[in-house]
């Protein structure tokens, strides 16, 4: 018997065999379900957008608010939903292991494991050892016998090291210690994509928009297979209400109330 499980993970693996998807990154359970309302056929956590909600910074979420939380968006929607993992809560790559396979019974379609240390003097994980952390989180996955999918992350360009030889570099290797989709967060240059693409092909590629440099149609021409925006929509979100609040603050007026949607509307 197929479980709404399997039919997720199915589906999702489906938006990777070709052309280019916008999975945007839902912050909680209204966001997640006002983004599947508005059609978009996948959806991703972010760590830092679901950090914020408890008035904490990104690297400050517990693994077991962070599976409590991946619980609440999978139950919120339809349609897969792929998890912004950090680096699997954990250095040694048994104690990975573990921590996909408790994130797996949450009901995500796919995840995501990256190479950050969070140590500023050694920011990225030495190769031999990312790359074990990402074999782990493989054995994982097929011990599971679920299906999802494994995106391998390299952090340079977010940590201070851009560079992209060696962003393509990590991303071959985890691609050979299987990973299913390849992701270099902050490469904002159309040569950086292409190279990427190029680089991991036949795999997928994520391609992080945070600002607007690029559009779905040049992403897509580029061969990308799948776009997030990470924190991005729940930092607008954030502006909105900071903009309005400063108002009221600092003018006391309430012009920002204007032509505000019905979320009641939207979440019924």
Not at 5 to 21: E, I, K, N, P, Q
Not at 86 to 109: K, W
Request: proline letters at 4%; a negative charge.
């Amino acid at each position: 018997m197929v479980s709404a499980h399997d039919d997720r993970v199915a589906a999702f693996r489906r938006l990777h065999s070709s052309g280019c998807f916008v999975m945007p990154n839902p912050w909680d359970a209204g966001s997640a379900r006002v983004l599947e309302q508005l059609g978009f056929r996948a959806l991703a956590t972010t760590s830092a957008g679901f950090a914020w909600t408890l008035g904490r910074t990104d690297t400050q979420v517990t693994r077991n608010e962070a599976l409590e939380h991946l619980g609440c968006v999978v139950g919120a929607v339809t349609v897969p939903v792929n998890a912004d993992f950090e680096d699997g809560y954990a250095v040694d790559p048994q104690d990975v292991h573990e921590n996909v396979r408790l994130a797996i019974t949450t009901g995500i379609a796919g995840l995501s494991i990256e190479d950050s240390t969070r140590n500023q003097e050694h920011p990225l994980y030495d190769l031999d050892l990312a790359v074990e952390r990402i074999r782990a989180a493989r054995q994982a996955i097929d011990d599971s016998g679920q299906g999802v999918m494994l995106t391998g992350r390299s952090e340079g360009f977010v940590v201070g090291r851009p560079d992209i030889d060696e962003t393509i570099r990590r991303l071959r290797a985890y691609s050979d210690a299987g990973a299913d989709c390849l992701y270099a967060p902050r490469i904002d240059r159309v040569d950086q994509v292409a190279a990427v693409v190029a680089a991991v092909a036949p795999k997928p590629v994520n391609l992080l928009i945070n600002s607007p440099f690029m559009t779905v149609a040049q992403a897509a021409e580029l061969g990308v297979r799948r776009i997030s925006v990470g924190g991005t929509l729940a930092r607008a979100a954030w502006k909105g209400w900071v903009d309005a609040a400063t108002e009221i603050a600092r003018q006391g007026t309430f012009t920002a109330f204007d032509e505000l949607p019905n979320v009641e509307a939207l979440l019924s």
